[in-house]
């Protein structure tokens, strides 16, 4: 279960590219492709492993409107779901670990 004091690590593997408000992501080894909503591409964005997912959700309310509560429960829900695909890994220390 990953938790809002988790940092995300991008897989180095994976491409980002912006369509209008939204975004792919591709998994250059697998060939796999997702898409993101315009609130997951800024996720994307803001993901550089050295915020926590409430690091990240903080940011998230600046921009869109939504409460703190619900942002670190629907990254986390995303976080999630980018782990299971492989694109993200969420770790307690940043510093000690390598993507994916």
Not at 13 to 36: C, I, K, N, P
Not at 47 to 76: H, N, P, R, W, Y
Request: net charge negative.
């Amino acid at each position: 279960m990953i938790s809002k004091e988790q940092y995300l690590i991008k897989d180095h593997e994976v491409l980002f590219t912006s369509m209008g408000e939204d975004a792919v992501l591709l998994h250059v080894q697998r060939g796999d492709y997702y898409s993101l909503n315009k609130v997951g591409a800024r996720l994307w964005v803001l993901t550089d492993g050295c915020k926590t997912i409430s690091d990240l959700a903080g940011l998230i309310t600046q921009e869109f409107d939504i409460s703190m509560e619900q942002a670190e429960v629907d990254i986390i829900e995303l976080a999630q779901q980018l782990e299971k695909e492989g694109l993200v890994k969420a770790v307690e220390n940043p510093e000690n670990t390598q993507a994916p």
